[in-house]
């Protein structure tokens, strides 16, 4: 099939793939990718092999490859909103690593972090008591505003802090990412900032507003496929063959240490005792890092990731003791939309965190409803995910002048999705 041109500007391409069956996984599957470039008209098409692994070219050995994943459905984990359940079984056994690899202890990550190159060009984003939402909770709610970063994204975090470490040759050679947006914005900005070109991949579904915003800032974008998997199966493909450097989204220590640094701030900002803070959960690399600092320097406070209903492959991992590939992953918050974890992040998830709670389209509505109405902000539905999860997390168990945290992670969302969000705002609220 055909996939109508988005008028990209001359420095982007559009990419539409051809095969007999959509749903097939790119990487095993031969397709050709018909690439239209608008300056100058030219198509090309090539058979993906095997794509690169993504710690080939970075300054870190690649983590142990694994048998292919187990597919499963999202609809065969369900339990009440608001229940934390997925709690991962800390009693032993397969931590999710096999064989000999560089990736040290959790522990190491507390100097990372520490360590962490983040500051040239994100903030220190302000923890904001919600005093209208605390009231209808009857708890304590901080907003952690990660959304008021330069790129509205944490991503920004663990995207420079990775390409800061590349060496000047790394960085002459150029990068490239595969993402559904925000982690984008991130590689695009610190480009930008180290002076090295960016390719970015992007799903066709990816919100114009994102990839808008990555051209802005230098990037040349690419669009192919329906799913972030078959996006960056295209990058590490064209990493391998252009000798590009890949910036994972998610599953690479200095990524992971970068976002841990959202939990230090935390930590530093929080006022009086801390019950819990709730984290969106995509890849993981955002839960992982906070988690992987917090449980070092307090560890009775409680990490818990909050993820969509048709987007739970965190919760399924742990569900099943390993990390699995879910059949689909529903589309609505994109920013967390991800069919499979990280091997690092679900090493450290399963390791650290307290669980998962699982949050509908209509609690993501509402909460960007109930953030609008706070301070007139606008989440993206990703961004929102971990006010639901609090506010359902806190009803359900009754939870009463206790301190929680919220991380708000994005607000990149396109103008035309409001009605939809505002319809399904109300009709929770009905």
């Known amino acids: 099939m055909e996939t109508p041109c988005l008028a990209p500007s001359p420095s982007s391409l559009l990419l539409t793939t051809r095969h007999n069956n959509q749903k097939k996984n790119l990487r095993h599957q031969p397709c050709t990718i018909t690439a239209v470039l608008t300056k100058p008209a030219e198509v090309i098409s090539l058979k993906p092999s095997t794509p690169l692994n993504p710690f080939e070219k970075a300054p870190h050995k690649p983590f142990h490859q694994t048998r292919p994943l187990k597919k499963v459905s999202a609809e065969s984990l369900k339990y009440e909103s608001g229940f934390l359940g997925a709690v991962p079984d800390k009693s032993g056994g397969d931590n999710g690593r096999e064989g000999n690899n560089n990736i040290h202890d959790a522990m190491s990550y507390l100097t990372k972090i520490l360590m962490s190159n ?62 559904a947006g925000n982690h984008a914005q991130g590689v695009a900005l610190s480009a930008q900032k180290l002076g090295c070109s960016a390719v970015i991949v992007m799903p066709l579904t990816t919100p114009k507003i994102k990839w808008k915003t990555v ?170 995910v971990a006010i639901a999860g609090a506010e359902t997390y806190c009803k359900y168990y009754g939870l009463k002048g206790e301190n929680v945290v919220a991380i708000t992670s994005g607000a990149n969302m396109n103008f035309d999705r409001l009605g939809l969000v505002s319809q399904l705002a109300v009709g929770r609220c009905e």
């Open 118 to 179: 983040v500051y040239d060009v994100s903030i220190e984003s302000p923890l904001d008591y919600a005093p209208k939402l605390s009231e209808k909770l009857h708890a304590n709610l901080w907003l952690k505003r990660e959304d008021l970063q330069p790129v509205f994204s944490f991503k920004i975090r663990g995207a420079y802090n990775m390409m800061a470490k590349l060496s000047r040759q790394q960085l002459a050679r150029g990068v490239i990412c595969s993402s």
């Open 215 to 384: 051209e802005k800032l230098g990037a040349t974008v690419v669009l192919i496929g329906e799913s972030y998997d078959e996006a960056e199966a295209y990058a590490q493909q064209r990493a391998k063959d252009e000798g590009l450097i890949f910036v994972h989204p998610f599953d690479h220590p200095d990524v992971i240490a970068g976002q841990g640094t959202t939990g230090m701030e935390i930590m530093r900002q929080i006022q009086g005792p801390l019950h819990a803070i709730f984290v969106p959960v995509g890849g993981g690399g955002l839960i992982a890092g906070i988690a992987a600092y917090v449980k070092r320097v307090h560890p009775k406070v409680k990490i818990i990731g909050v993820e969509a209903y048709d987007a739970n492959a965190m919760a399924l991992s742990i569900h099943h003791g390993k990390r699995i590939m879910l059949e689909r992953a529903g589309g609505f918050a994109d920013g967390i939309a991800v069919k499979k974890v990280g091997e690092e992040t679900f090493r450290l998830c399963r390791e650290l965190i307290d669980g998962v709670v699982l949050v509908d389209h209509d609690a993501i509505c509402a909460s960007i409803k109930d953030m609008f109405d706070e301070n007139r902000s606008k989440l993206e539905p990703a961004g929102a």
